[in-house]
């Protein structure tokens, strides 16, 4: 067991410097530059004015917008340790919109925020908005507003490639079932009677799957497919998705000009053929396809 556990160790480090490895700091991966080039690019509104938005103000004068977002997500929303870019799907969402509120790149921060700190730092101003796997539910609408939803999830498990037994959500119940504190993806657990198990990132579930200290990690698809291509020897996806989770921009609760100007960038670039193009230079790596974009939710 502790061999195994050891092995299993030191293949998720290798796995964790592969992924640090696609920088593009001299990187011999071809696939990071092939991605980069496929990427749109953004152009930067300059005559912008939303002077009834708090949010945006504040920003303007502060020279730069803050926007929340995830460092362990492959795909959607990931930090290389040494390089510090950022990439995935919900970057580039988080990107585009700052385009359309007139930010250029060097104006953009990123501030990694885990799933249980997400509504404090909003409703807070930790951050001007949030882009990071974020279910929209009412729930959470009590503390903050959403824009879109720009993609629809679905929750999901994540075992290793000899388990047979966990094939879907039912089959949780008794077994050691990890997922992130302050999800919607962990309340399931309890609903299915699975032995909850929480860290604060998904990327910790999948060290403590890797190693055997857990039967499955379960939270949506598209963030468990971008780690199963990340340890395509090790584990897979289960594939029967048992939830509905649209994704959301969260933002204060109280900024309605700046929800509006959100909604209206994310419709232009789902329109002019971004959203599309984002996708498959990101999340779409991992296998997962994009379906139909939902349309935004004006209520
Ligand atoms: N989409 C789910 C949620 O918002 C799970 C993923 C996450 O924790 O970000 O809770």
């Not at 160790?9 to 011999?28: E, N, Q």
């Not at 990694?112 to 279910?135: H, K, L």
């Not at 539910?137 to 999830?153: E, I, L, S």
């Not at 857990?214 to 497919?225: E, S, Y």
Request: net charge positive.
């Amino acid at each position: 067991m502790r061999t195994r556990r050891t092995i299993a160790a030191a293949l998720s480090v290798l796995a964790l410097t592969a992924v640090a490895a696609c920088g593009k700091d001299g990187s011999p991966n071809a696939t990071a530059n092939d991605t980069a080039s496929k990427l749109p690019t953004y152009q930067v509104k300059t005559d912008v004015k939303l002077d009834g938005s708090p949010t945006w103000k504040k920003a303007k004068e502060r020279g730069n917008l803050i926007i929340g977002a995830k460092s362990d997500q492959p795909f959607l929303g990931f930090e290389d340790v040494s390089s510090k870019d950022r990439s995935g799907f919900d970057i580039e969402i988080a990107k585009m919109i700052a385009a359309d509120l007139g930010f250029a790149p060097g104006q953009v921060k990123f501030q990694t925020i885990v799933s249980a700190n997400r509504e404090t730092a909003i409703s807070g101003g930790q951050v001007d908005y949030y882009v990071g796997t974020y279910t929209i539910n009412d729930d959470r609408k009590k503390q903050v507003a959403f824009a879109g939803p720009y993609m629809v999830a679905g929750q999901d498990l994540l075992v290793r490639k000899t388990n047979t037994t966990i094939t879907g959500p039912e089959a949780m119940a008794g077994k050691s079932i990890c997922s992130a504190t302050g999800s919607t993806s962990l309340k399931r657990v309890d609903q299915y009677h699975g032995k909850a198990v929480k860290y604060d990132t998904y990327a910790q579930c999948v060290d403590k799957l890797l190693t055997d200290e857990v039967d499955a990690v379960t939270t949506d698809d598209a963030i468990l497919k971008g780690f199963a291509a990340k340890n395509k020897d090790q584990l897979k996806v289960v594939g029967k998705p048992f939830s509905k989770e649209p994704y959301g921009i969260g933002l204060n609760k109280t900024d309605k000009v700046l929800q509006d100007a959100i909604n209206a960038a994310l419709k232009a670039h789902e329109d002019n053929g971004d959203w599309k193009k984002a996708y498959d230079a990101t999340l779409g790596l991992s296998g997962a396809t994009s379906g139909d974009i939902p349309a935004i939710d004006k209520s």
